[in-house]
T-cell receptor, first 113, second 113 residues
Framework: ELKVEQNPLFLSMQEGKNYTIYCNYSTTSDRLYWYRQDPGKSLESLFVLLSNGAVKQEGRLMASLDTKARLSTLHITAAVHDLSATYFCAVVPSGGSQGNLIFGKGTKLSVKP | DTEVTQTPKHLVMGMTNKKSLKCEQHMGHRAMYWYKQKAKKPPELMFVYSYEKLSINESVPSRFSPECPNSSLLNLHLHALQPEDSALYLC????????????FGPGTRLTVL
């Protein structure tokens, strides 16, 4: 059974600082997603990572994937308050049936002035 | 149009009521999903429809009954729910391939009294 672990689960940052969220998964995966969720809102797709070494960047967020280590990172550069949200990674296990997204528990990010 | 819509936004119902949640997408996606999300938890997959046929039912109690009238619409019929069923119910859609990015609707906040 595929397990997805994120850490930290809670992250309080100051504006302007850098930090990294980690996502480990236990078995091989076809692809990995990062989603953002604001309180009481739906999930917004941020990145999809398809292959080993994949790196994607959007604004102050950069995601990478190491399939050999079964690890993805979400790096935050020079954080701003608007990035405060919960970030989920989600994994599709190799050979998994359609729609079988396995989510991590989420990282609640709070960026303070 | 990259939007998934859901109605109603909020629903309060008694344990003897029958109600339905509705989801619609006009992106030409052929896979649609229902998720349940409890507070401060990740989404949990309930059902997957692929080409209007139920392909995954994650051991959901029979008091939840999905329906896919056509490729753009997805319903979730609710009957005899329990208070512990109170949650955010999210609909999502994706193109027809395994692991395609799922786009989420805004959700229905359900409260069962």
């Amino acid at each position: 059974e595929l397990k997805v672990e994120q850490n930290p689960l809670f992250l309080s940052m100051q504006e302007g600082k850098n930090y990294t969220i980690y996502c480990n998964y236990s078995t091989t995966s076809d692809r990995l997603y990062w989603y953002r969720q604001d309180p009481g809102k739906s999930l917004e797709s941020l990145f999809v990572l398809l292959s080993n070494g994949a790196v994607k960047q959007e604004g102050r967020l950069m995601a990478s994937l190491d399939t050999k280590a079964r690890l993805s990172t979400l790096h935050i550069t020079a954080a701003v308050h608007d990035l405060s949200a919960t970030y989920f990674c989600a994994v599709v296990p190799s050979g998994g049936s359609q729609g079988n997204l396995i989510f991590g528990k989420g990282t609640k990010l709070s960026v303070k002035p | 149009d990259t939007e998934v819509t859901q109605t109603p936004k909020h629903l309060v119902m008694g344990m003897t009521n029958k109600k339905s949640l509705k989801c619609e997408q006009h992106m030409g996606h052929r896979a649609m999903y229902w998720y349940k999300q409890k507070a401060k938890k990740p989404p949990e997959l309930m059902f997957v429809y692929s080409y209007e046929k139920l392909s995954i039912n994650e051991s959901v109690p029979s008091r939840f009954s999905p329906e896919c009238p056509n490729s753009s619409l997805l319903n979730l019929h609710l009957h005899a729910l329990q208070p512990e069923d109170s949650a955010l119910y999210l609909c999502a859609s994706s193109q027809d391939r395994v692991g395609d990015t799922q786009y989420f609707g805004p959700g229905t906040r359900l409260t069962v009294l």
